[in-house]
């Protein structure tokens, strides 16, 4: 994997179909609220990849929010 350049798309010239990118078992995410690293942003929409999601977020969790 590389970043996409202007002479280069790397994988965004990649179009998979959303029944390849869906997870069907069902998943728990716990996600800290205080993640530098990984945002809160990044859990929007997840419930369209993930169709059995339970989701717990954190307040105060961080990304080390399994040590925490």
């Given at each position: 994997?590389?970043?996409?350049?202007?002479?280069?798309?790397?994988?965004t010239?990649?179009?998979?179909?959303?029944?390849?990118?869906?997870?069907?078992?069902?998943t728990?995410?716990?996600?800290?609220?205080?993640?530098?690293?990984?945002?809160?942003?990044?859990?929007?929409?997840?419930?369209?990849?993930?169709?059995?999601?339970?989701?717990?977020?954190?307040?105060?969790?961080?990304?080390?929010?399994?040590?925490?």
């Open positions: 994997m590389r970043p996409p350049t202007h002479t280069d798309p790397a994988a010239a990649i179009d998979l179909p959303l029944e390849m990118l869906q997870i069907k078992c069902p728990q995410v716990i996600w800290g609220m205080k993640d530098l690293a990984l945002p809160p942003a990044l859990i929007e929409g997840l419930d369209q990849y993930v169709s059995n999601l339970t989701l717990h977020t954190i307040d105060e969790g961080t990304h080390w929010i399994i040590y925490e």
